[in-house]
């Protein structure tokens, strides 16, 4: 099978659907790593590494292999969190290749949201039926910019991290949501601080290879997306057992194996700790006025095969996900590689990371998660199994919250008909 990528939405999905036995089309050694994790082993280190050479004519068989692994952790349900985003400030000590997310304070239109503001958009989501406010928020601007510092030590803040753990303790005490922070790197204070007024946490790795903060590499002017940095944040937040979310960022000029390699880093801390709750497969889409704005995108095929090795990477138990706003053409399509979550999706407010790319409407999200034979739930921040099951991750304040907003299977209470007609 070749051209996966330029056939139509359709056809892709008939063709991959069309494979009954993964491991029939597949030869040598990346047929016999397949048939060890569909007989239930974890995939070896070795084992993963042959997906990098994997071909074309493999990718079907691997992505069905991906959704049969799906299936038997997660069935037939696939999740989204109900959020609003809050871009609490813009400014950024850091610059990425492709991000439009950062500005400095010339450019900014505010240099923080207020704590006003803040609560303004938790209410207005709270009043929508949401249940996570995301904090995301440039990598400590302090550092760089002196109108940073002054507007923090102006309201009794050293830090930017101070700050959100104050917006995050109004979030909760004000609204009904439960804060997400998504701050940048995180030392062992910072982020025992925050666990008790988050729920749950995040940092993308994006990629554990140091050849990308190279000269001319997309991080190169970014020291906090350096590998050894991301990967103590993920370790210490195993440590203090905090729910946690991560990905890979594919198409910014990474290779194969070293996204694999950046999914074995994952697999390891969550084998020892436990605590990553969600892996993220996100696609590079170039931006305008960046340094990667004649960058090509990352194709569907590529995306495929990444989402694909997640999954078998990772296996059954940890949730995946691939961001539909970013893949509005043809987002049905990764259920069949093995995702079983859509993210935040909002009913309220845009991407503000990607806000070229707007979320699909819920109805719509619904629907075609229904054509393809799954079920669409709403979860909180907080995905079901550490409410049911994994409650030593659960701080010992929220426990109680996340309790009165869960249903019996961890889930969110009052399911889709939390938002029926409500937005298409």
Known sequence: MTGLALRSGQEVVDRLQAVSDPAAGLRGPLREAVSRVLDGAAMRAEDARALASSSEDDLPFLCRAAAMLRDRGKGNVVTFSPKVFIPLTMLCRDFCGYCTFRKSPGEADRLYMTPEEVLATARAGDRMGCAEALLTLGERPEQRYAEAKAWLGDRGHRTTLDYVREVSSTILEETGLLPH???????????AGLRAVNA???????????????????????????????????????????????????????????????????????????????????????????????????GSSYLLWATAAARLIMGPEVNVQVPPNLNAGDY???LLAGINDWGGVSPLTIDYVNPEAPWPGLTELQRQTRAMGMELRPRLTVYPEYVTRKREYLHAELSSRIDSMADSDGYLKGGMERYAGSTS
């Open 181 to 191: 922070g998504n701050p940048g790197t995180m030392s062992r204070r910072e982020m």
């Open 200 to 298: 749950s946490m995040g940092i993308m790795l994006e990629n554990s290879s140091n050849r990308l903060k190279e000269p001319g590499g997309p991080h190169e002017l970014a020291p906090s997306k350096w590998p050894a940095v991301r990967l103590k944040t993920l370790r210490i937040a195993g440590e203090l057992k905090i729910p946690f979310t991560t990905g890979v960022l594919i198409g910014i000029g990474e290779t194969r194996m070293e996204v694999v390699d950046s999914l074995l880093a994952i697999r390891g801390l969550h084998e020892e700790y436990g605590h990553i709750q969600e892996v993220i497969v996100q696609n590079f889409r170039a931006k305008p006025e960046t340094a990667m704005a004649d960058h090509p995108d990352a």
């Open 332 to 334: 049905p399509v990764y």
